[in-house]
């Protein structure tokens, strides 16, 4: 049952939301369990997106689907900052967002991110002016194939993948190697 939901279901699907389905003292967890060992090293497999499961491509055949897909429009520079920036620093408001980026963040491109439903609001901040944070959702995750934003590449995977360059920027002191274990994803963004 849970397999046939899953696979039914175009968007992924909670624990909850399974056991809510299933009759009465079925357990939606362990069948998740069972499921993840079946498929595995198969054409498919039974993945975690937040906190909800789905049903997709392996990722070593993921090449297959190329064709299959669809890019309805590609991100300004500007959304991809922006994105990077609600990302790496959520929950973050708009105004630590241009105070990283250095520029004001136009509401076109906050409006497209959320109309991609890529970003959602989360919490207000307790700081004076009660501001509004933005956090990435669950479609970002399975867009990017992840489950969690901690699966995020740190600076050493996107130096290794060649997106960044090897070396500090020519006025930052790093004070020894490059490669020290303090490196983190946060250093991405830092002034």
């Known amino acids: 049952m849970v397999e046939a939901i899953l696979f039914a279901t175009a968007e992924p699907i909670s624990i909850p939301e399974l056991n809510a389905r299933l009759p009465h003292g079925c357990d939606a967890e362990r069948a998740l369990d069972a499921l993840r060992r079946r498929y595995e090293g198969r054409g498919v497999a039974v993945v975690r997106v937040g906190e909800a499961w789905a049903i997709r491509t392996a990722p070593d055949l993921g090449y297959l689907m190329q064709k299959e897909t669809v890019e309805t429009r590609k991100l300004s520079r500007a959304a991809i900052e922006t994105l990077a920036i609600i990302a790496y620093h959520q929950p973050v408001t708009r105004a630590e ?7 004001s963040v136009s509401r076109g491109t906050i409006d497209q991110l959320l ?10 901040k307790m700081t004076p002016g009660r501001p509004v944070t933005f956090v990435v959702t669950q479609d970002f995750l399975d867009h990017f194939g992840l489950e969690t934003a901690r699966d995020l590449p740190g600076l050493r995977d996107l130096r290794a993948s060649g997106l960044l360059e090897s ?14 274990e303090g490196d983190d994803q946060n250093e991405m963004f830092e002034d």
């Open 115 to 124: 109309e991609m439903e890529w970003i959602r609001f989360g919490r207000r």
């Open 167 to 180: 070396r500090p920027p020519p006025d930052r002191d790093t004070g020894g190697d490059e490669d020290d």
């Open 97 to 103: 967002i241009e105070e990283i980026r250095g520029v």
